[in-house]
């Protein structure tokens, strides 16, 4: 067991990935020579050279599609883009083509290809680079999408994914890169659609994912001096969704609060609050609550962007009224 920052978690698992299969490529905008903005891919030119490490131009919609095309040939394509935000460049390849291609074509073409890009607020980025839009994704048939929390999962879910035979979006947030956690030394992988239960609790749930996941284990400890005990699970990924365990956590509870980055208005906590009201209503105390982000665009001022996200102590009133 290695301690590991989250990037180096993610670049072990690509560099053991393109070793291990020689259809591996990535491709994005300074991802060579300079081992990507958050230093990701560092290292991944020097071994695997200018063939399988692709620098691109700055045009995501061209060499998205270009990926596309690349994983309908047979090859794994990993694509790098720089911010979620961008992603609204590509989406007809990855919306269009991507999602659709194995659907339309009754299951004999497949699109094996892993699109990473990270989000969130926190870095004083302003609008255009400080967005979480997870619901995008969320909402297409044929995509999956991830969002680890850990370095452990970050390690093992780009594992999975660059194995899966779909398309699957793997969204980071840029707060997680530098925090660390234990990955174990031998190779392994963490299935997709499979949510984790981060801390065991009695009275409340909170279910999130991401970034917001450290919040929420910063929140239940400091209930559980009050005398409040919360379930936190970290769901990992939005697609495949783990409703069994969110059905499991909510009935043990009997009260939960989903807790996401994004904004509350279209974002993925309502359609799981409507699962969760839908299936488990009889075992509840009371209804799903939210806690998210709000609905304006991130400021470039630092204070003012804090005020955006949901903080710990947003979190903690959120439980207090409820239980």
């Known amino acids: 067991m290695a301690e590991m920052m989250y990037r180096e ?21 300074n ?40 994983a309908l040939a047979g090859t794994r394509p990993i694509v790098d883009i720089l911010f979620v935000d961008f992603t609204t460049l590509p989406m007809d390849a990855i ?50 999408l991830v969002m680890p929390s850990t370095p452990h999962d970050a390690y093992g879910l780009l594992v999975s994914s660059i194995r899966d035979n779909q398309p699957t979006i793997f969204l980071e947030h840029k707060l997680l890169y530098m925090t660390k956690g234990d990955v174990p030394d031998e190779a392994f992988n963490v299935p997709l659609g499979k949510a984790d239960v981060k801390k065991e609790g009695e009275d409340i749930t909170l279910i999130t994912y991401s970034y917001m996941t450290l919040k929420c284990l910063e929140a239940a400890e400091l209930l559980e001096k009050e005398g409040i ?17 969110i059905l499991s956590s909510a009935r043990k509870t009997g009260n939960v609060i989903i807790v996401h980055e994004a904004c509350k208005r279209g974002g993925v906590g309502g359609d799981m609050a409507a699962m969760i009201m839908e299936e488990a209503y009889d075992d ?22 804090k005020v955006c996200i949901p903080t710990v102590e947003d979190i903690i009133e959120a439980v207090i009224k409820i239980t």
């Open 95 to 144: 919306v269009n083509q991507a999602a659709k291609y194995e659907f339309m074509s009754g299951g004999q073409g497949h699109v094996p290809m892993v699109l990473r890009t990270q989000g969130g607020a926190g870095n004083g980025l302003a609008a255009q680079h400080s967005q979480s839009l997870e619901a995008f994704f969320y909402h297409i048939p044929g995509l999956k």
């Open 284 to 305: 509840l105390d009371g209804p799903v609550t939210r806690v998210c982000g709000r609905d304006t665009s991130i400021p470039y001022n630092l204070e003012l962007e």
């Open 229 to 245: 005990s919360v379930e936190v699970l970290d769901l990992r990924t939005l697609k495949p969704l783990d409703q069994e365990a």
């Open 31 to 70: 991802i060579g020579m300079r081992g990507g903005s958050y230093q990701v891919t560092v290292g991944l030119m020097k071994e695997f050279g200018a063939e399988r490490v692709i620098d691109t131009p700055l045009a995501e919609a061209t060499f998205t599609g270009a990926a596309v095309g690349a």
């Open 9 to 29: 978690a993610l670049n072990r698992a690509l560099f053991e990935e393109m070793r291990r299969d020689p259809t591996v490529f990535v491709l994005g905008e």
